[in-house]
């Protein structure tokens, strides 16, 4: 069929309508003299664009010019020809051309419904409003057996997209069928807005893969509709209940419709607790309404989310970035966490300069974030999101506590995203650089919509002369001056459902929408749940490595935490050498009380530090965790990347604390110290992983330390050393089972020897008090190694041999030797007796010593026992205790504490 002429209508600004005439098989557009068509605008490049003949067709196809060539507000892409249909309004600069055909003339735009071919073949897809503008291409599978799709210039066809797989998906033919098979990508393939591995295709089925869909043909094609930068939102009767059927039933959003045309630039502003976050989370699917519907290109969000995770960028009030990276780091590591792990590092690092550029940050690339301007900072927020395109985004006060140069920055900053191709829609109160956005949604009181529609014709509608005066006029702190009264907010929803701007904005635009709704008999209603992450986000080990890499990476460039991480514990422990005497475990000078108390002192201190270290580890980055795990990050490997760091800083911690008690403190010898570090480590890690139980159920970072002192309290007072079990309550006893304290200090205790001799001496082993109290000397003597005479020869107990006493360092008296028999010489008479004399008074003598020494004796051993005795009953069961099985119990709580975490972790994500 001969193509009928075609006409433009052009328009600028307030100059006359004129026309030109497309008459021949091609017209050039541009600057430059020598086009066909000269429009003299700076915003318009030499070669801009041109208009050609296409078989049946018309097609416009822009030249890669500097602002761009939009049809219907698309921004085309370069050097791609783009279909027009009649009707169609191309924007070029500063000028509008409308393109006109004659009214027999076949219609130029692929549609849904529409022949693609003679032999009658039709596209069967899910219908939405616009869609006849994403038309891209056809895809031809006659003749094929195979038709590979991916990022891959190799591929058949390629989509060239952050989320899309170097090699995502291949269409195969078997037995007549075409079957589809995703190719173990990143993002997913999608069916009719399910998720599939592999799948039998059939005719009108829609295939969609990253930003683009495909939809197959009976005649053995597929269209191929590009979704990047043109994405609409509907909303239809949104409303959101909370508490629903109690006496606290509350209504956050009523019955709102709204429509965001693709690269629509929207406000959302209105009064405080009006519903401007909730709207914000239900349209972006964090936080769904609980009945009424949002549409994405005519397709429910709320059911198919997976598919559409990918193309939703959000940028929440607090900034979701580390302040210890730089600008490039950060980007960095968000690109290698949102883009397909076969992404090369010169693409990641190509994307992560464009996204820079548009920022205008490309100057400040290798600037820590903590040393920027708020409006750099905010610039950061969003080129984290931007990384991977989307087409949807999504902000919550981004202009929040910004000066008034650098939010007009910000405003311009998000328009040109629009005009890129992005719809953006924001929450803010700024008034002054509103006019910048499209469209203005303002919400009054219990989330009623009260006006949406162009910001310059707000305030007429509102009857005031600055934007800034709405608010008390809808917050109903000022009497509407029309009608010198309060206008409810009832009433404010009231007005603009009946106003032209609601026809215009709303019903026009969903004209085809509501028909459909009604057509079909169902209404669209969000699932008031979002459904789980179904894609393959790239490997829980990769992201394990990104976020430890991450991790050291914060820790290495905050010199200030750098310092307490690494030099807290060293400061603490060389308090061993004021605290400790360093005879403390010596027989006479020792003390063994205090030598306990020292081994309790060293794993609590462990456990105090590695606790305080971690317990705002989590609370402090819920913002950047929350935002991460929508795009696909999983909570094992974010949580143990944590516990890898954990696991390295208790290594240090641990050697560091058994370092200087070794030389603050002389230990006996042979001591195990290898079994001593791995206890020493493994306290530490537990306290480490206590306190990240802290900080995963902790509201915020201000309520940490306090949950952290409420955690170690039970440590100190029930781990057995401040008050010994077995003085403890009944209650005391089983609640000191669960303390890590207990365990650790046992082992210490048991492998520093303290009561070794005495956990071997069956008569403390074997026998009670009564038992050993009914003991004679000589069966103490028999039996006994830390009871009775043999007490000081082989009981190596600290302090046992009191330095004060005098028996603890002198033999017993030697008995005087005896003077001989009676003499048969009487001439020695008078010698021996002498010698009897002598023998005498060395026998009254040695009585007196021996007396003396038996005293002492008694009064020593007596002492001695009462020390053993004490520690025993305090202490006893600590002497000779099962070492690995503590390990054993210490590794089944830090166990229990990761599973805590994880639990606490994943109910946040709910």
Not at 84 to 98: F, K, P, R
Not at 730 to 739: E, K, L, R
Not at 863 to 875: L, M
Request: a neutral charge.
């Amino acid at each position: 069929m001969p193509v009928s002429p075609a006409l433009l209508k052009i328009h600028k600004g307030s100059e006359p309508v004129w026309e030109y005439s497309v008459n021949t098989e091609v017209v050039t557009i541009g600057r430059a003299t020598n086009s066909d068509l000269v429009i003299n605008d700076p915003l318009v490049s030499r070669q801009h664009a041109q208009i050609s003949r296409n078989g049946d067709r018309y097609q416009i196809t822009d030249f890669g010019s500097t602002d761009g060539t939009r049809v219907n507000k698309l921004r085309l892409q370069p050097n791609i020809p783009h279909p027009l249909a009649n009707g169609d309004t191309i924007s070029i600069g500063h000028s509008e051309l409308q393109f006109i055909l004659d009214s027999n003339s076949v219609p130029t735009t692929v549609s849904p419904h529409q022949k693609l071919s003679s032999d009658g073949a039709t596209v069967v897809a899910q219908n939405f409003v616009g869609e006849e503008t994403l038309f891209l291409s056809q895809l031809d599978l006659r003749g094929r057996d195979i038709l590979t799709i991916g990022r891959e210039p190799k591929n058949n066809t390629v989509v060239n997209h952050p989320a899309v797989s170097r090699f995502h998906a291949k269409i195969t033919r078997e037995n007549g069928s075409f079957i589809l098979k995703d190719l173990d990508s990143t993002n997913g393939t999608y069916v009719n807005g399910k998720q599939i591995s592999e799948r039998t295709l059939r005719v009108g089925d829609s295939v969609r893969i990253g930003p683009c869909r495909f939809v197959l043909n009976v005649d053995e094609t597929m269209v191929r509709y590009n979704e990047e930068g043109n994405l609409r939102i509907d909303v239809v009767h949104l409303s959101k209940v909370v508490n629903k059927g109690t006496p606290d039933e509350k209504t956050l959003l009523n019955d709102i419709s709204l429509c965001v045309e693709a690269r629509e630039f929207v406000v959302i502003a209105g009064v405080s607790g009006g519903g401007k976050s909730t709207l914000m989370d239900a349209l972006n699917g964090f936080r769904p309404a609980t009945s009424g519907g949002v549409l994405v290109n005519g397709t429910d969000l709320y059911k198919n989310f997976n598919a559409y995770r990918n193309e939703l960028g959000y940028v929440p009030q607090k900034d979701i970035i580390h302040l210890e990276l730089t600008i490039y780091q950060a980007l960095d590591c968000a690109a290698k966490l949102r883009m397909p792990a076969d992404t090369t590092a010169t693409e990641r690092q190509q994307r992560i300069n464009e996204v820079l550029k548009d920022l205008g940050l490309t100057q400040r690339r290798d600037v820590q974030i903590s040393a920027l301007s708020g409006g750099q900072l905010k610039r950061v927020s969003m080129g984290v999101e931007l990384l991977a395109k989307p087409s949807l985004f999504f902000l919550d006060e981004a202009t929040s506590g910004l000066d008034p140069g650098t939010e007009a920055d910000v405003m311009k900053l998000l328009r040109k995203l629009a005009d890129q191709g992005r719809t953006v829609l924001l929450i803010t109160h700024a008034t002054e650089n509103v006019t910048l956005c499209d469209l203005v949604v303002f919400l009054a009181a219990g989330g009623r919509v009260a006006y949406f529609g162009p910001p310059a014709e707000a305030p007429a509608y509102f009857g005031v002369e600055k934007f800034s005066e709405i608010y008390p006029l809808v917050e109903g702190k000022a009497p509407d001056p029309r009608v010198a009264r309060v206008v409810p907010p009832e009433e404010w929803q009231k007005r603009y459902l009946q106003s032209p701007l609601y026809q215009k904005y709303v019903a026009e635009r969903q004209k085809n929408l509501s028909a459909e709704a009604q057509g079909s008999g169902q209404g669209y209603s969000g699932s008031g749940k979002l459904p789980s992450v179904k894609s393959k986000p790239i490997s829980a080990l990769r992201q394990f490595l990104i976020l430890s890499s991450r991790n050291w990476t914060c820790l290495f460039r905050d010199r200030i935490t750098l310092a307490l991480t690494f030099a807290a514990t060293p400061l603490i422990a060389s308090l061993d050498f004021i605290l400790w005497e360093r005879q403390m475990f010596d027989i006479q000078e020792g003390n063994a009380g205090r030598a306990i108390g020292m081994l309790f002192n060293t794993p609590l201190l462990a456990i105090l530090i590695g606790s305080l270290l971690t317990m705002r580890e989590i609370v402090k980055e819920v913002d950047i965790y929350r935002r991460e795990h929508l795009i696909g990050l999983q909570v094992l490997p974010y949580i143990l990347s944590k516990v890898g760091m954990i696991v390295i800083l208790a290594l240090y911690q641990a050697a560091v604390i058994l370092l200087s008690k070794k030389m603050a403190i002389d230990f006996p010898d042979g001591l195990d110290w290898g079994a001593m570090y791995v206890t020493l480590v493994l306290a530490t890690i537990a306290g480490m992983m206590m306190g990240l139980v802290v900080s995963a159920i902790s509201p915020n970072q201000n309520v940490a330390p306090m949950l952290t002192i409420l955690f170690l309290v039970p440590q100190i007072t029930f781990g057995g050393g401040t008050v010994p079990v077995p003085a403890l309550s009944p209650i005391g006893q089983v609640v000191s089972n669960f303390t890590l304290t207990k365990w650790s200090f046992e082992s210490l205790v048991t492998l520093v020897k303290v009561g070794n001799n005495i956990a071997e001496d069956p008569c403390w082993r074997d026998k009670s008090k009564s038992e050993r109290d009914k003991l004679t000397d000589k069966q103490k003597e028999e039996q006994c190694k830390c009871l009775g005479p043999k007490l000081f020869d082989g009981c190596l107990v600290a302090g046992i041999k009191d330095k004060d006493r005098p028996f603890t360092n002198k033999a017993e008296p030697a008995k005087p030797a005896d003077p001989g028999k009676f003499p048969d010489d009487l001439s020695q008479l008078d010698n021996y007796k002498k010698k009897v004399d002598n023998y005498k008074a060395d026998m009254n003598r040695w009585q007196d010593e021996y007396s003396a020494w038996k005293g002492d004796r008694e009064s020593a051993i007596g002492k001695a026992e009462g020390i053993i005795d004490n520690i025993h009953k305090d202490f006893g069961k600590t002497f000779d205790v099962n070492v690995s099985r503590n390990w054993g119990i210490l590794g089944f709580q830090i166990a229990v504490m990761l599973g805590m975490v994880l639990v606490a972790q994943k109910l946040k994500d709910k």
